[in-house]
């Protein structure tokens, strides 16, 4: 049956448009510019000195990279399926148009600091799993199990790679940071799951980048989920699970911050710290700003849910004069249930009292502490329209708490996630490498 001119036409439309919003913050396209058909050398680190089982695969991986992918154009390294240990770290300098298949399961034994791998430089590089069960076991609970802040090093760092993706991947476990991405370009993330230990200093991801997309992406820790580093422009972060996490975030920002067009939607958080969090430190400088929009987040929170923090950890205000200036943000739709409203208001603006918060815009935001019977929202030099927001603009000024023991109209309790975890993983805890589930 032949479809219709009328129907074609709406499809057609449809599908402009939602290629239109797809690529809403982004100035272009990302990812690799050359499909894997013409990376096609390939680079498998058993023909360089490597083996599953016990052998270092570090070595290998590295030999295999700088005797094949750097001496053939369109190579792809390739660990296959199996069980390999790494103890020596690796650095991937300068690649072009090549790719990494990690088929494979990878566990550290090494103990040294810094990344089991770098990739440094470069451009259309792309690293993925073929399988979908290609992961890196950093076993942190070797670290982790000795104490608090005791850590080990992370698992992967890109850094100014421009035209790259990272996808069908898992990370666990990681003695730190589990993902880096440090001041690239271009770049498409998506299908990746990252568990770690319920503490802090065990980041999801961090990426400081112009023109990226990152997408379908959970992760258990307690802290960073997906965080917004600086300097960032032309982010769409979209369709993340932080279950039970420290939540998302921007910062912490101090010295010549420069964030723009960053736009965070489809964000579902399962009693992670808070749903969102904006952080900087006072006596700063530089900027957040221009068409940041952060959409259609919901779920259960522990902790503050919308949180715009300008004295990150406390920092006197008595000493602040200057800040990171904050303009031009939109929050809307959030939805969720919260914990200890009193105390910690599920809405708070802590914004800078030298550098007040400017043209911020609160729209559907409904959070409902069930236990307590309230909500509460808490501004203090912030300006813009919506919650207790001040309109217009102005010096800075102390801080404000409404509270309302109504529920808000049309809140609806939201329903669990699948695959929600009850608790997060204990620090003696080992982390079992789960399936993938994208």
């Known amino acids: 049956m032949r479809a219709s001119t009328s129907s074609l036409l709406a499809a057609l439309t449809t599908a402009v448009a939602a290629a239109a919003l797809v690529s809403a913050q982004l100035s272009g396209p990302v990812g690799p510019t050359t499909p894997l058909s013409q990376k096609a050398v390939l680079c498998n680190v058993l023909d360089y000195g490597g083996s599953a089982g ?12 700088d005797k094949c992918v750097k001496e053939k154009s369109g190579a792809t390294l390739y660990v296959p399926p199996g069980s390999y240990n790494m ?3 690796v650095t991937l300098n300068n690649g072009n148009n090549w790719a990494f298949k990690m088929d494979g399961v990878i566990t550290r034994t090494g103990t040294a600091g810094g990344h089991m791998i770098i990739v440094n430089g470069g451009s259309n590089f792309e690293m993925y799993s073929s399988t979908k069960k290609g992961a890196f076991q950093g076993a942190g609970v070797d670290f982790h199990k000795q104490g608090l802040h005791i850590y080990g090093p992370r698992i992967l760092r890109i850094v ?8 069908d991947l898992l990370f666990v476990d990681s003695p730190a940071f589990h993902v880096i991405l440090d001041n690239v370009v271009n770049g498409y993330v998506y299908n990746l799951l990252i568990r770690g230990h319920d503490e802090g200093g065990l980041d999801g991801i961090d990426i400081s980048c112009n023109n990226c997309h990152v997408k379908n992406v959970e992760v258990t820790n307690r802290d960073e989920c997906v965080c917004v580093k600086s ?12 279950n039970q996490s420290g939540g998302m975030s921007m910062g912490s920002y101090n010295q010549s911050a420069a964030v723009s067009n960053v736009h965070m939607r489809n964000i579902v958080s399962y009693y992670s710290t808070q749903f969102l969090m904006i ?7 530089g900027y957040v700003k221009d068409v940041n929009v952060f959409e259609n987040f919901t779920g259960f929170t522990s902790a503050y849910a919308l949180l715009v923090d300008q004295y990150w950890q406390n920092r006197p205000y008595d000493k602040d004069l200057s800040g990171v200036a904050l303009s031009n ?15 910690r208001p599920p809405t708070f603006f802590k914004c800078s009292m030298s550098t007040p918060c400017t043209g911020m815009t609160v729209n559907n935001v409904k959070f409902w502490d069930k236990a307590a019977g309230e909500t509460a929202a808490r501004c203090q030099a912030a300006y813009g329209a919506g919650a207790c927001l001040v309109k217009g ?6 801080a404000v708490t409404t509270t309302s023991k109504t529920m808000p109209a049309g809140w609806v309790e939201p329903a669990v996630p699948k695959g929600a975890l009850s608790k997060g993983f204990a620090l003696t805890a080992a982390i079992p490498i789960p399936a993938l589930p994208y």
Do not use: M
């Open 87 to 89: 103890a020596t770290w």
């Open 160 to 167: 100014k790679v421009d035209g790259f993706s990272l996808h």
């Open 231 to 242: 300097p960032s422009s032309h982010l769409l972060i979209e369709d993340i699970f932080c």
């Open 54 to 65: 016990g052998a270092d695969i570090g070595p290998a991986i590295q030999s295999a990279f």
């Open 393 to 398: 603009s102005g010096k800075g000024y102390d």
């Open 279 to 285: 952080k900087t430190y006072p006596n700063g400088n």
């Open 329 to 343: 943000l939109t929050f809307s739709n959030f939805v969720g249930l919260t914990t200890d409203a009193a105390q």
